[in-house]
């Protein structure tokens, strides 16, 4: 039977009440458990007089070394037993072990590279110069001590002229510098605090929020999500801890209410960003000490864009306060402590060996504070703009393209960025009144579906830089089913932009040189895989969660890394990169934009039980597409490939041939499974069927219930499924059904 050691730093059992619940998950689990202190251990005789709990009371027994020690104690309060606690180690695995303080952690975390990006900028205060240097760029700081808990001690100051709004709890005071530099002065006195921008998640109610993600080992030594939730602060406050009045709520209906249609996504991009977190978290422990932990509780926001920000990484952390998950907490614990005692191995210390670089590196002149000024005209009623002003169309690739220049220009800038999927005549109208003088750029979407449609968007707010991502067959069924009328339409935003500016190009595709560029007058940059290009990628792998790949930038070869599967996708980081190239970034802030906050339902990853591997591509769909996720299904599968493929619209005459053409394509992409769905998409299978695909691995539905019944069937261990439709197929519900059938 497995002996589980429970250390801790207090004498008596009874003051843990933790203790509890491990003891008695221990005995439900087949495991003997006991409870002691450091000072009780004797290693001659390889005992330790610890503590049993036996019919509700605790009794003091005389145990053999354990086989594992779950560490439950403070790592301050154990170091007066340091020598003894390395002895231990020595002989017997630990469960865990300390990650340091927030400071700490957060230095790992930067050091690493991985993860920097969602590191809010922290500086150690060492006096009040230091303080008011930083709060003077910042304005609004976050004020708090280096290894604080439970929200004691946090303060919110914000700088208005000569004065000082600090904020403690609800309390709120006005403070002069010299008032201010006394707070400072006795707080210091106490400990250090540390100091970082205040980034504020807020309720649609204006109530201040964050999240806590819990993740532990389990009975395997995975990772598992034990739980997520909010955790809101009373009104007036602005911390949700629990210790200070905060209060949780239920993850999924709290992301409904806030986030609507993008709940689902939010929730797997947090579940998704806490076990990615722990498990570098946990490689980067046993490079530099051959360490293991096993549990952490991370605390972050969402900004407005909705981007994560970490606000701290705990240690142990306490279970969650509310949704009865204590037990689940122990239950793992104790599961991870058993597969640790039985699966153990010598652990031995690796750190990796430096690299030697050879390359030159070329230093960048730094951009400008303020991007180029260029007067555009908008709507009568409205100012001119001194700003870049860019739009983007295309058949395929807007919307990321977008969220890739987005993402760039706002590491420096303030940038107006038309929401998700917001690219009609009507969302340009009232983008025009929401722009103001604050804003530094401007990025949008221009949509169109029929000839005119993007005169019309350049008569309310015209464009000085545009790209045209590329030309395809999206509602060409509305253009006669003739490409080249495609390409006119598109050309209306080279007639009408500012025809001095700067207009982006794909000098990949072919279709793109049915453009009118003839009579533009301004500056054309191309981007390419291919074929030579002003901005060319090559080198291109798929990584385990996007694509890396390298490209001449500013005289010097650059690595660069985008979070979303696909080659087509670098296209779209491409035209980002010229924009902002061409607007004065340094490659370091290029290369740091382009971890984006990626678009909903565009090929995301969700990682289900078994190791089953669901692709969600649901919002657009045509052949162009279509091709592009059947490479991407093709690339990051290891088993069986199975393609569920939705009606595609406004294809007009044109359908019958490109869904054959689809059929051979799915069969020479080594497809195993085809299943569609709606009006008319068996001829896909058809197709498929003729090029030598065994009919029995193709289906077709037009009923969604009979769809799902099927893939209860099916799908199994190991499987990489792809889900690909527009979103008026709401294909999207079977990405839904996948996740909560196959649920990790």
Sequence with gaps: MTIIGMLHHRLDPKTVIKSYAYAAVAKAEGVEFFYFTPKKVNFDNRTINGQVLEDGQWHERVMPFPDVIYNAGSPEKLAVSKKIIERLKKEIPFTTHSIGNKWNVMERLKEAKEFDQYIIQTEIVKNTDVFHSYIAHHKKIVFKPIDGRKGKGIYFIIKIGDHFEVRQNSENRMYSKQQLNALIHELLTTGTFIMQPYIQSKMKSGQVYDFRLHVQKNGEGKWVVTTVYPRIAPHGSIIPNINNGGYTNYLDPFLEQEFQEE??????????????????????????????????????????????????????????????????????????????????????????????????????????????????????????????????????????????????????????????????????????????????????????????????????????????????LAHVGNFDGDVRKVAKAKSELIQGMDQQGLLILNKDDDNSNYLLTDQFKGKILTTGIHTEADYRAYDIQYKESGMAFKMELQGQEIQLF????????????????????????TPQEIKAGLHFKKPPRRLTVYNCRDYITVIDDTVHSHPQGVRAALNVLTNVSNKRRVAIIGQMRELGDLREEEYRKLGEFI????????????FRTEEIGTAAMAKGMDSNKIYHFTNKDQLHALLEKIIEPHDTILVKGASKTNMFETVKFLDQTFKA
């Excluded at 046993?286 to 096993?294: A, L, P, Q, S």
């Excluded at 220049?405 to 590491?411: A, E, H, N, R, T």
């Design 263 to 472: 709940a689902f996504n939010i929730r797997r991009m947090l579940e998704h960003f806490s076990l990615s977190l722990a498990r570098h978290l946990d490689d980067i422990q046993m490079t530099k000490f051959g360490e293991v932990i096993d549990e952490i509780g991370i605390d972050v926001g969402l900004d407005a864009q909705q981007k994560i920000w970490i606000y701290e990484v705990n240690w142990r952390p306490g279970c969650p306060p509310a949704f009865y998950l204590e037990l689940d907490v122990v239950i793992h614990s104790i599961r991870y402590a058993k597969y640790l005692a039985e699966n153990q191995q010598p652990i031995k210390k690796s750190k990796p060996k430096p690299t030697v670089s050879n390359t030159k590196t070329v230093v960048p002149k730094p951009a400008d504070s303020k991007p180029k000024q260029v007067e555009v005209k908008a709507t009568s009623n409205h100012a001119k703009f001194d700003k870049p002003i860019i739009a983007i169309t295309g058949s395929a690739g807007k919307t990321t393209s977008k969220a890739f220049l987005g993402s760039i220009l706002s590491k420096k800038w303030n940038v107006f960025e038309s929401k998700d999927y917001w690219n009609t005549t009507e969302h340009t109208k009232k983008h025009a009144e929401e722009i103001n003088d604050s804003h530094q750029a401007v990025v949008l979407e221009y949509g169109m579906a029929y000839p005119g449609i993007i005169t019309n968007h350049c008569s309310i707010i015209q464009p000085n830089i545009s790209i045209v991502t590329n030309i395809g």
């Design 667 to 678: 069969v020479e992409q080594g497809i195993d499974l085809l299943i569609t769905y709606g």
């Design 562 to 585: 985008i979070p979303i599967l696909g080659e087509h996708h670098v296209y779209n980081a491409l035209n980002a990169v010229a924009v902002a190239d061409y607007l004065g970034f």
